[in-house]
């Protein structure tokens, strides 16, 4: 010890001016202290949850030998809170997402196709009546939307949509079928054909769908797969017979 | 209304081992002090906009507050404060008195001190035998930081001694 706080030790117990107390009541009187201040807040009606944490946030600090001040304290208390507040949403909107996705939507695909024909819908000839053979053959016009591009450059999808439309005038006349994309020539139409083109790896993939403009409804779809270096034109080719096959 | 709750909570952490030390060498039992404490705070708190020291405030209030304690458990009002805080330096005489009231004077003198931590800080471990780590856990300190202060106080009160004419320390001893 150092001599100054020796001779201020020796003063003090000379003149028994110390009033010494036992360490299990030192360590009592800290383990009582914030309950104490509580029970006081309380009494004076100044307690709240919120400042409780902000405590016990004073008061770890000052047994780590930090001394923040209650402000500090507070502040502290209020970024802590708003962290874990963050934390928590994100916690449950990750698992509600993950848990529950949200179904998906009709594909663009059929809503465009769709909306353009929404004024013909009444003159359109189901295509069950159609295949049946009754005697009746509704002039009825395949309308194709252009294709899309998946991965792919847009004069590839623009390439196969020109390679198919091409087959099908040859396979089934040039007035059976129109583009969509002209819309000067909507006329009526009662199936649609959609599709695209899509590059996976060192294959082109070239998917195509019909719809029934009446009733929604998928009548056929297929894909071809050709590499890079392949045939893309007999892939076309190829689907635009299975299309054919179906209409 | 904020600002007053954080100035009790500030004072009464710096405060509150002082106050119960107080308390329970007069009293003697742990949840009677801890009540006495609690009405000593409250009282604080009702008149804090008014206290200009609050060291010599809460001395006075908890000698009130143990006083009014022992009168309400001997249901006896004729309780004496002289009784209940029976100074023991009344027994020094003479020049041994004037020598413990300057000394009391020099400790009770806040120039020797830093700030009023610093007096609670050295209560603690002087007055009260504190070790320097439970002191430092009271005061938001480092126990390192404890010892520093507590010999700067203790060099302070020698240098004190001396400008009131006591060369040697030897010589109260």
Redesign the interface.
Known sequence: M?S??E??????E????????K?D??????R??RG??L???K??G?YGLF?GLA?RV??A???I???????QS?AVTLATAAVVAASATGGVVYYIKYHYPVKEVMQPEQKSALEPLAEVKKNETSSVQLKQGNGHHPQYRLGIQPFSGENVDEASAVRATDLIIKKLKELKGEGYLTSLSNRSRTGNVAVILVGSVGKIGDNYVIFAKLIDVATGNNIFSTSETVTVQGDFDSACGRVAGQLSDNL | ?HSK??R???I??DY??VV???V??KVGN?DDT?DI??EV??RL??RLDRVENVRRWLFSALKLVVLEHFRKKRKNDQVNIDDVFND??L??VNG?RD??IM??EA?DNISNYADEKDQVLFDLV??????YE?A????????R?VEYK??QI??R??RYFKSKGIQH?ED??
């Open positions: 150092n100054a706080a001779k201020i030790k020796k003063i003090i000379r003149f028994k001016l110390e009033e010494p107390v360490e009541d030192q360590h009592f009187a800290r009582r202290k104490l201040l029970a006081i807040l009494s004076i100044e400042y405590l004073f008061f600090a000052k047994n030998g930090v001394g923040l001040s209650m402000a507070v | 209304m709750r954080n009790l909570t500030e009464y952490s509150y081992p119960f030390n107080a329970l060498t742990r801890l404490c609690q705070f409250i708190y009702e023991v330096g027994t020094f041994f020598a413990r000394i009391q400790l002087a007055i009260n035998y504190y070790t439970e430092a856990k009271h005061l938001g300190l480092t126990r930081q507590y010999v203790a060099d009160l020698l320390i109260l001893l």
